[in-house]
């Protein structure tokens, strides 16, 4: 209970420290999976690099230049800015995570784009999430997101669900994967939930902070488990 | 029926019948990669265009390929990019 009282009374320094332990967690993940990348061209790897470079990017945004301790230097426009710049990134890292797990249905490993952040295919997640941040900014809400993201995480969870089951026998692994999307999933419930029943109440949003951590240490984990196994 | 190999499979078999020769011919990599000519042609040409790969000819126009410092390195990581891409089933 002290540490939750702690928490609350310093909650402005811990979101940037969270903000910062977020972004190393991505920058780390992106760093490793580029290098994966750059060795392979296989377009799984570089969409789940795009997906923390995403996710990295609007946390960084969100944190550090959306900061409280700035209130007051610039004009409310500019946070309400930054907050809808920090969604639309959320979002498409969200998006680029569940394609990571989908792109074989969709897109053949021979087909080739100039960029895999912006392209034909991508283009659909871009507007998508544009509209979502445009609807949540004229109903003044975030539910738009929210349950966008759950419905996401809800998807990208069966599907982890199912590579466990296909391959839980060979690899210890995918049970943590399945763990994370899960967590991820919660981590978006809460928030719909926060928001909606709990009118932002500052105890659960403790528990959203704590969710999405661990959703992030686990794929470090992941990451780190993977790209150190014996060669 | 045989399950179709995937694409960093077929990259790999090909750099790997690279490496066990040191330098092979392209007639001999068509055979070794068990891929057709058309699929051949274009994974050889990615691979040289991307340095995976090199063409090498001799004085006497004899044509061979040899692998490049990043083909090395992509056999030597090719179990953590396999690991990587089953854990996260991408």
Redesign the interface.
Known sequence: MESYTLLLQNKELFKIVYALIILFICAVIVFKTDKLFRLSFHKGIQYFRNAFFFFGTGFFLRYVFGSPFFYGTFFSTYYYLIGSVFKYFLLMGGFFLLYSLLWKKIESSETHYRSSILNAKILIFHIMAIVIVVLDYIWQTHSFMFFSQILTFAFASIISYSNLRKKSHKHKFPKFYFIAMLLGFFAWVLNAVAELYFNWSQGVLINVYILNLIFFLLFLYGVFRATNSNH | MAKKR???EV?KDILKSIQANRQIKPTRLLYASNLSPQMFK?YVNELVS?GFMKLEISEKDKKTFALTK?GY??L??Y???E????????
Request: without cysteine; aromatic residues 14%.
């Open positions: 995937e694409r960093l990259i274009d991307k990043k390195n992509f030597e990581e179990r953590v990019i690991n990587f891409v089953e854990n996260f089933g991408l």
